[in-house]
């Protein structure tokens, strides 16, 4: 993980990593469903839609993000009375990061509607959940993990107006200049990208943050260079 988003994390952790107590997770049972998950099993995967809150009945689940290049980088560990998910479970958004059950997992899972219901009804509970979401999406924000990868000159318009689109939306990004960040020409080189393209690099195509970008191995947070006749990778 990276050190700007353990940072975050770790100033409010109690907070963040909020823990219901056995009294607590009675009073939510009526607006979810229990779901057993195998050992490997995925409970979210980035640039899915994830089925809603998941509060953690048993078992462990693993938290990880994606780097630059695809590959995970462990965020968090969820065990009994935990819950995983993020701002996005209340609109129905696609997920920022993977969660994976690192052994037999039980979990009470509360989609979006009845979430919302929740939040109405055990206000005091709702109150706790919310907070926790906030300061999760404030330090994935401060850090721009799980969002939508940026190639290009920070002066460029067509930089500005995605940088700013995403601001708007409250969608974590990164910015890596293809002339001196390494990660980013690890990721010309790996996708064999004309770096001159970058002279007139456009948003048209695919700038939405909330769709998945693939990647030859999986889903690879990215927008590439393009020119005005091409979609952004």
């Known amino acids: 993980m990276s050190l700007s988003l353990q940072s975050a994390l770790d100033q409010r952790r109690d907070q963040v990593f909020l823990k ?37 009945l048993a078992g462990r689940v693993a938290v990880a993000e994606h780097d630059h290049l695809g590959a995970q980088e462990h ?23 993977d969660a994976t059950a690192e052994e037999t997992v039980e979990a009470l899972i509360i ?14 509970l709702g109150e706790r959940i919310m907070r926790a979401l ?5 330090a994935i924000l401060q850090s721009g993990a799980g969002g939508p990868i940026i190639l290009g000159r920070a ?9 700013g689109f995403l601001r708007r939306n409250g969608q ?13 020409k690890a990721l010309i080189e790996r996708f064999h990208i004309d770096p001159g393209q ?15 970008w693939r990647g030859p191995t999986g889903p690879l947070p990215w927008l590439g260079p393009a020119h005005r006749s091409r979609s952004c990778l």
Do not use: K, W, Y
Request: proline share 8%; glycine share 10%; hydrophobic share 40%.
């Open 134 to 138: 906030i300061l999760r999406r404030v």
């Open 75 to 97: 965020i968090a560990t969820h065990g009994q009375g935990n819950f995983l998910g993020e701002l996005a479970q209340l609109a129905g958004r696609p997920a920022l990061a």
């Open 20 to 56: 219901f107590d056995p009294a607590d997770i009675e009073r939510m049972r009526g607006f979810g469903d229990v779901r057993s998950f195998a050992a490997g099993e995925r409970l979210t995967t980035a640039g899915q839609v994830a089925p809603g809150l998941f509060i953690i």
């Open 172 to 184: 974590p990004q990164r910015l890596l200049n293809p002339e001196t960040d390494a990660p980013a």
């Open 155 to 163: 002066e460029n318009g067509d930089v500005l107006r995605l940088q």
């Open 198 to 212: 970058f002279a007139d690099c456009s948003v048209s195509g695919r700038t939405n943050p909330t769709q998945s």
């Open 111 to 124: 989609p979006p509607e009845r979430l919302r219901a929740l939040m109405i009804a055990e206000a005091e």
